[in-house]
């Protein structure tokens, strides 16, 4: 079956990077768009942006541009998700999915606190 | 970008209930393929969404029929025919038609 396994908690102080992974099982990994989406605690969706799989060419919403980078590691079926400068903003739980067809990771707990 | 509207903010219901939520959707989702990109998810507490509708009224294959999607351009409804214990969450509407995409604020359904 289609699964989107993430990568664990992190907990990092401001100005840290992280970098959450995503494992794609159970289709071919190269036929799919990989969208990442934000939920900041007790607040909604937003999506991020997403990467090409196949080309490894990302797009990125407004809000998303300069410190977040998706990258892929396609013979591993992995997408990654890099957050440079982390902020307290940046607290959140972020989930990969491949949102055409209504597939979403686990999500991943990025809790950024000196 | 194009705002999504979600009413109501919540929903309190007795299990066999009907629900309604509304969406609506600051410009028209009809795309340049014929296809509107209307969606609907459900989030449970302390999990991941998961998908129940796509281009509007599709159900995916796992989804109850007590599930229903309608609407056009700007004004999209997800139903529920009759509430069910494992129903309850926050639903989101998300358009796939324009770049960026955008969800609604959400519909927090709750079990009375």
């Known amino acids: 079956q289609i699964q989107l396994v993430q990568s664990g908690p992190e907990l990092k102080k401001p100005g840290e990077s992280v970098k959450i992974s995503c494992k794609a099982s159970?289709?071919?990994?190269?036929?799919?768009?990989m969208h990442w989406v934000k939920q900041a605690p007790g607040k909604g969706l937003k999506w991020m942006g997403w990467?090409?799989?196949?080309?490894?060419?990302?797009t990125y919403a407004d809000d998303f541009k300069g410190r977040f980078v998706f990258s892929l590691e396609a013979s591993a079926s992995t997408a990654n998700l890099q957050i440079s400068n982390l902020k307290n903003e940046d607290t959140a739980t972020y989930f990969c999915?491949?949102?055409?067809?209504?597939?979403w990771g686990q999500g991943v707990m990025v809790t950024v606190s000196s | 970008d194009v705002v999504m509207t979600q009413t109501p903010v919540s929903l309190s219901l007795a299990i066999g209930q009907p629900a309604s939520i509304s969406c609506k959707s600051s410009?028209?989702?009809?795309?340049?393929?014929?296809?509107?990109?209307l969606n609907w998810i459900l989030q449970r507490p302390g999990q991941s969404p998961k998908r129940l509708i796509y281009?509007?009224?599709k159900l995916y294959s796992e989804v109850p029929d007590r599930f229903s999607g309608s609407g056009s351009e700007t004004e999209f409804t997800l139903k529920i025919s009759r509430v069910e214990a494992e129903d309850l969450g926050v639903y989101y509407c998300?358009?796939?038609?324009?770049?960026?995409?955008?969800f609604g604020a959400g519909t927090k359904l709750e079990l009375k």
């Open positions: 159970g289709y071919t990994f190269t036929d799919y768009a």
């Open positions: 999915a491949r949102v055409g067809q209504g597939y």
């Open positions: 998300w358009q796939g038609t324009h770049f960026p995409y955008t």
């Open positions: 990467i090409n799989t196949y080309t490894g060419k990302p």
């Open positions: 281009q509007v009224s």
């Open positions: 410009q028209s989702l009809l795309g340049t393929s014929g296809k509107t990109f």
